[in-house]
């Protein structure tokens, strides 16, 4: 039996996850440009919704370091959220914190009375769609081209409540 520590284990508790404040988003900024790229252009949606109360979630790891991120909005009903992007620093990824925030967005929608939490996900991304389908959401449509041509999506749901 192996008893030394697993590294991923402590570095997973040494990441904490809160609400971003308004003096985060530079960060946000930066590490979605560092793994986006240019895509990511770095406008002020982050500030903008955390003044509107969307969940917009971070993780910090034990230096303080931003690790990773998570954009959630309400839909316009506001019986729906809506996961719109989780990026997690090159360095801090297989370390559990995708998950870590998206059990939190989930339940920041559920306490919110949301009724249901949707994602959409690349086709080609395994990994994101293998976390979202352990945390219990379904695979419910194809969306073909969605971020372009021949770039498919995926869009995951997971119900919170009964409907009425």
């Known amino acids: 039996m192996n008893l030394s520590p697993d590294p991923e284990r402590n570095q997973r508790e040494r990441c904490s996850i809160d609400m971003a404040q308004r003096s985060d988003c530079k960060a946000i900024a930066q590490l979605g440009r560092d793994v986006w790229g ?3 252009n770095g406008k ?4 903008q919704l955390i003044e509107l109360n969307h969940p ?3 993780s910090r790891d034990h230096s303080g370091k931003l ?3 998570l954009i959630g909005l309400f ?3 506001g019986i729906s959220g809506h996961i719109l992007s989780v990026t997690i620093s090159e360095t801090h990824r297989r370390m559990g914190i995708g998950e870590q925030l998206v059990e939190r967005a989930v339940s920041f929608f559920s306490a919110s009375r949301a009724q249901s939490v949707t994602a959409i996900i690349t ?3 395994q990994p994101s769609q293998a976390l979202f389908r352990k945390l219990g959401f379904d695979a419910i449509e194809e969306i073909e081209d969605y971020y372009g041509p021949g770039e498919a999506a995926i869009r995951f ?3 919170l409540s009964d409907s009425p």
Do not use: H
Request: aromatic content about 10%; charged content about 15%.
């Open 75 to 77: 839909e316009a009903s």
């Open 38 to 40: 240019e895509w990511s």
């Open 44 to 47: 002020p949606l982050p500030m």
């Open 123 to 125: 086709a080609e991304n």
């Open 67 to 69: 690790a990773g991120y």
């Open 157 to 159: 749901a997971m119900a």
């Open 56 to 58: 917009v979630l971070i």
